[in-house]
C-alpha cells in the first residue's frame, strides 16, 4: 500500500447518465455476491505529547490546538502532507475582480447535529475568528484583508478585500468553520463542554477531560472518506519516556513527538513501524526588543537593570553568535535537525540564500557585548515550554550553557507546560524565551507576518509577535508583497523582507526540526511537514 495515495477527501468523477445506468444495474445484480464493506475498526488510541487549550477551534491557532480541532472541524482549504492546499469546505473559488473572490461551497456537507452547512456558517465564523476572548494565538491575521461579505445563494459567497490579495484564499483558508447554529452566542467553554463542538469533521467530540484525553466518535455521514475508526481517543502524555512505555506495552496505538535517540531504537523494531519528516516549522528564540525596562534582565551581578539591553541590535546579534547549531542539531537532536537562519527552509517561497544559519562565533559575540557596553555582560533568565516539541527543554538548558560560556550570567532557566507557557509568552511576560512557529503555507508570508511583522490587533499582523519586536522596513516589504500577483516579484519581496527582520535579529532563529512518530502494525500514518497527529493523517492498514 502507498500511504502518500490516501486522503480524507474522497473524490468522484461523474458518469455519463446511460452509463452511470448500467453501472447502477450491474452493482445492484453483483452486490449479493460481494462480501460486504470491512467493519470500522472499534477503537484507536493516540498517545499525544501536548494537549489543545480549548476545543474551540477559534481560540487558539497553536498546532497543538488545531491538531484537536481538524479532527472535528474542517476549513475552506485543507493542507496535504506537502504543505499544498486542496479544496475542502470550498469546492471552488475564482477572481471576479482584482479585489473580489468568488466561493462556491460544497454541496450535501452537514453538520454533526444533521444542520446542513450553508454560506452562513462560513460568514459567521469569518467574522467570529478575530474576537474570540482570550485567545493566545488569535486567527485575526488570517482575516485581516477582508473588507465585507456577500451570500449570493446558500453555497455561494462573493468576499471583497480592502486591496488585490493575491494568497487570500490561503489567508481565509485557516479559519475553521464552526456552526452558526450550535455557536451564536456560546463561549469557548461551551465548546470545551461539547454543547458548541459541533463540526462537518470526519469525528465527532464525545469528551475532553483536560490534562488526560480527548474522545471522539466517527461521523458516519461524513462526506469524505469513511473514516477507518468507530472511536479514536487521545491520550496526552507529555513525558517522552511515559509516551514511548504506552506504546511498546501496547496501551496506546501510536505517538508522536519521539525524540530523536529514541527513534533510532524503534526504527526496525518487529511490530512497529517509525515515520518521519522535515518540518516547515521553525524553532527559534524570541527576545524584548521593545521595552525600555525588561521583567528578567539584570545587571552582571544580578541586579535591576535600568535599561534593556536587548533593545540593541548588537546586543541582538551577540547573542545569536553565541549559539552552536550545528552541535545542536548533531548531538541533541541525533542529526533530526536543519540549522536555521530565516523563517523558512530552503525550498519556499520567499527563502533567502542571502541568510544562512549564523556561524558560532564566541570572539565576535563577546566584542559586540562590549561594543555596545556590556564587556562584563548582563544577567538574564530563560523561558521555555517543557512538552511542545521533542527535546525543548533539553534545548533551554543547552542555550542557557552557551550564553553562560559568552559571559552572559544566567539567572535561571524556567520550563513550563505549554498551555501556561503560550498564554503567559503572550502577555509578554518574559524577556527571552523560545518559541515555534509552524509555516503552514507554501511561503514565509505567514511566518513573517504573524511573527516579525509589527503587532496592530486592527490590521491583524504581528499575531505572534510576542516580544513585540518591530522594523518599519519589514512592514513596508510585507505590504507590498501581499498586494503583489506576480509570483517572482512576490518572492523577491518576501526575500528582502526576510533579510530585513533576519539581518536587524528580530528573533533568533536555531533550526528546523525532524518530526518523528511511531505506530504498532496495523495503524498507518501519513509523516506531514506540519508535524500534526490528527485523523486527517491517519489510518488503519489495509
Same mark, same amino acid.
Given at each position: 500500500?502507498?500511504?502518500?495515495?490516501?486522503?480524507?477527501?474522497?473524490?468522484?468523477?461523474?458518469?455519463?447518465?446511460?452509463?452511470?445506468?448500467?453501472?447502477?444495474?450491474?452493482?445492484?445484480?453483483?452486490?449479493?455476491?460481494?462480501?460486504?464493506?470491512?467493519?470500522?475498526?472499534?477503537? #484507536?488510541?493516540?498517545?499525544?505529547?501536548?494537549?489543545?487549550?480549548?476545543?474551540?477551534?477559534?481560540?487558539?491557532?497553536?498546532?497543538?490546538?488545531?491538531?484537536?480541532?481538524?479532527?472535528?472541524?474542517?476549513?475552506?482549504?485543507?493542507?496535504?502532507?506537502?504543505?499544498?492546499?486542496?479544496?475542502?469546505?470550498?469546492?471552488?473559488?475564482?477572481?471576479?475582480?482584482?479585489?473580489?473572490?468568488?466561493?462556491?461551497?460544497?454541496? =450535501?456537507?452537514?453538520?454533526?447535529?444533521?444542520?446542513?452547512?450553508?454560506?452562513? %456558517?462560513?460568514?459567521?465564523?469569518?467574522?467570529?475568528?478575530?474576537?474570540?476572548?482570550?485567545?493566545?494565538?488569535?486567527?485575526?491575521?488570517?482575516?485581516?484583508?477582508?473588507?465585507?461579505?456577500?451570500?449570493?445563494?446558500?453555497?455561494?459567497?462573493?468576499?471583497?478585500?480592502?486591496?488585490?490579495?493575491?494568497?487570500?484564499?490561503?489567508?481565509?483558508?485557516?479559519?475553521?468553520?464552526?456552526?452558526?447554529?450550535?455557536?451564536?452566542?456560546?463561549?469557548?467553554?461551551?465548546?470545551?463542554? +461539547?454543547?458548541?463542538?459541533?463540526?462537518?469533521?470526519?469525528?465527532?467530540?464525545?469528551?475532553?477531560?483536560?490534562?488526560?484525553?480527548? /474522545? #471522539? /466518535?466517527?461521523?458516519?455521514?461524513?462526506?469524505?472518506?469513511?473514516? %477507518?475508526?468507530?472511536?479514536?481517543?487521545?491520550?496526552?502524555?507529555?513525558?517522552?519516556?511515559?509516551?514511548?512505555?504506552?506504546?511498546?506495552?501496547?496501551?496506546?496505538?501510536?505517538?508522536?513527538?519521539?525524540?530523536?535517540?529514541?527513534?533510532?531504537?524503534?526504527?526496525?523494531?518487529?511490530?512497529?513501524?517509525?515515520?518521519?519528516?522535515?518540518?516547515?516549522?521553525?524553532?527559534?528564540?524570541?527576545?524584548?526588543?521593545?521595552?525600555?525596562?525588561?521583567?528578567?534582565?539584570? %545587571?552582571?551581578?544580578?541586579?535591576?537593570?535600568?535599561?534593556?539591553?536587548?533593545?540593541?541590535?548588537?546586543?541582538?546579534?551577540?547573542?545569536?553568535?553565541?549559539?552552536?547549531?550545528?552541535?545542536?542539531?548533531?548531538?541533541?537532536?541525533?542529526?533530526?535537525?536543519?540549522?536555521?537562519?530565516?523563517?523558512?527552509?530552503?525550498?519556499?517561497?520567499?527563502?533567502?540564500?542571502?541568510?544562512?544559519?549564523?556561524?558560532?562565533?564566541?570572539?565576535?559575540?563577546?566584542?559586540? #557585548?562590549?561594543?555596545? +557596553?556590556?564587556?562584563?555582560?548582563?544577567?538574564?533568565?530563560?523561558?521555555?515550554?517543557?512538552?511542545?516539541?521533542?527535546?525543548?527543554?533539553?534545548?533551554?538548558?543547552?542555550?542557557?550553557?552557551?550564553?553562560?560560556?559568552? =559571559?552572559?550570567?544566567?539567572?535561571?532557566?524556567?520550563?513550563?507546560? !505549554?498551555?501556561?507557557?503560550?498564554?503567559?509568552? +503572550?502577555?509578554?511576560? !518574559?524577556?527571552?524565551?523560545?518559541?515555534?512557529?509552524?509555516?503552514?503555507?507554501?511561503?514565509?508570508?505567514?511566518?513573517?507576518?504573524?511573527?516579525?511583522?509589527?503587532? %496592530?490587533?486592527?490590521? =491583524?499582523?504581528?499575531?505572534?509577535?510576542?516580544?513585540?519586536?518591530?522594523?518599519?522596513?519589514?512592514?513596508?516589504?510585507?505590504?507590498?508583497?501581499?498586494?503583489?500577483?506576480?509570483?517572482?516579484?512576490?518572492?523577491?519581496?518576501?526575500?528582502?523582507?526576510?533579510?530585513?527582520?533576519?539581518?536587524?535579529?528580530?528573533?533568533?532563529?536555531?533550526?528546523?526540526?525532524?518530526?518523528?512518530?511511531?505506530?504498532?502494525? +496495523?495503524?498507518? #500514518?501519513?509523516?506531514?511537514?506540519? /508535524?500534526?497527529?490528527?485523523?486527517?493523517?491517519?489510518?488503519?492498514?489495509?
Amino acid at each position: 500500500m502507498t500511504v502518500s495515495s490516501f486522503s480524507m477527501h474522497g473524490a468522484r468523477r461523474g458518469l455519463p447518465a446511460l452509463a452511470l445506468a448500467a453501472t447502477l444495474t450491474l452493482s445492484l445484480a453483483l452486490a449479493a455476491l460481494l462480501p460486504a464493506p470491512a467493519a470500522a475498526r472499534p477503537l #484507536l488510541t493516540i498517545g499525544h505529547s501536548s494537549e489543545p487549550s480549548s476545543m474551540d477551534p477559534l481560540f487558539s491557532r497553536t498546532g497543538n490546538n488545531q491538531a484537536a480541532a481538524e479532527n472535528i472541524f474542517e476549513r475552506l482549504m485543507s493542507t496535504d502532507e506537502n504543505m499544498q492546499s486542496q479544496p475542502s469546505l470550498a469546492l471552488s473559488w475564482r477572481v471576479v475582480a482584482p479585489d473580489t473572490w468568488e466561493i462556491r461551497l460544497r454541496p =450535501g456537507v452537514r453538520f454533526h447535529d444533521g444542520t446542513p452547512f450553508t454560506a452562513d %456558517d462560513v460568514v459567521f465564523s469569518l467574522a467570529r475568528a478575530p474576537k474570540v476572548p482570550n485567545s493566545p494565538a488569535p486567527f485575526s491575521g488570517a482575516v485581516r484583508s477582508i473588507a465585507d461579505v456577500q451570500v449570493i445563494d446558500p453555497l455561494t459567497l462573493r468576499i471583497r478585500t480592502k486591496e488585490p490579495t493575491p494568497d487570500f484564499m490561503e489567508q481565509i483558508g485557516q479559519v475553521y468553520i464552526v456552526s452558526r447554529h450550535a455557536a451564536e452566542g456560546k463561549r469557548s467553554e461551551d465548546f470545551n463542554s +461539547g454543547v458548541a463542538a459541533i463540526g462537518t469533521g470526519p469525528y465527532k467530540f464525545k469528551r475532553w477531560q483536560p490534562g488526560d484525553s480527548l /474522545e #471522539l /466518535e466517527r461521523n458516519d455521514h461524513y462526506w469524505g472518506r469513511r473514516p %477507518d475508526f468507530d472511536r479514536v481517543v487521545i491520550r496526552y502524555i507529555a513525558n517522552d519516556a511515559a509516551r514511548i512505555s504506552a506504546l511498546l506495552s501496547g496501551s496506546v496505538d501510536l505517538i508522536d513527538s519521539v525524540p530523536p535517540t529514541d527513534a533510532r531504537n524503534i526504527k526496525g523494531k518487529p511490530g512497529y513501524t517509525l515515520y518521519s519528516s522535515p518540518s516547515a516549522r521553525l524553532i527559534y528564540l524570541a527576545l524584548d526588543s521593545a521595552r525600555d525596562i525588561s521583567p528578567f534582565i539584570t %545587571d552582571a551581578q544580578g541586579k535591576p537593570l535600568s535599561v534593556n539591553p536587548l533593545k540593541d541590535v548588537r546586543v541582538r546579534q551577540a547573542i545569536s553568535r553565541m549559539f552552536m547549531r550545528g552541535p545542536i542539531t548533531e548531538r541533541l537532536l541525533s542529526g533530526a535537525g536543519v540549522p536555521a537562519g530565516q523563517m523558512v527552509p530552503e525550498g519556499l517561497g520567499g527563502y533567502s540564500p542571502n541568510l544562512p544559519a549564523p556561524a558560532y562565533d564566541l570572539d565576535g559575540a563577546r566584542a559586540l #557585548l562590549a561594543q555596545a +557596553g556590556y564587556p562584563h555582560g548582563f544577567g538574564l533568565t530563560l523561558h521555555s515550554s517543557n512538552d511542545r516539541f521533542a527535546g525543548d527543554s533539553d534545548l533551554a538548558q543547552a542555550l542557557a550553557q552557551m550564553m553562560a560560556r559568552a =559571559g552572559l550570567r544566567i539567572n535561571g532557566v524556567v520550563t513550563q507546560p !505549554y498551555n501556561v507557557y503560550a498564554g503567559a509568552s +503572550g502577555k509578554q511576560q !518574559y524577556s527571552a524565551f523560545i518559541f515555534s512557529y509552524g509555516n503552514s503555507t507554501g511561503d514565509s508570508a505567514g511566518g513573517l507576518t504573524n511573527v516579525m511583522a509589527t503587532y %496592530d490587533k486592527a490590521a =491583524g499582523t504581528g499575531a505572534f509577535n510576542r516580544a513585540r519586536y518591530s522594523n518599519p522596513e519589514l512592514d513596508r516589504l510585507l505590504a507590498q508583497a501581499a498586494v503583489e500577483f506576480d509570483p517572482d516579484a512576490r518572492n523577491a519581496l518576501l526575500r528582502q523582507a526576510a533579510e530585513a527582520g533576519f539581518n536587524d535579529v528580530g528573533i533568533v532563529p536555531l533550526y528546523f526540526p525532524v518530526a518523528f512518530w511511531a505506530a504498532r502494525d +496495523g495503524t498507518v #500514518l501519513r509523516a506531514n511537514k506540519l /508535524e500534526r497527529t490528527s485523523m486527517l493523517y491517519i489510518q488503519e492498514a489495509k
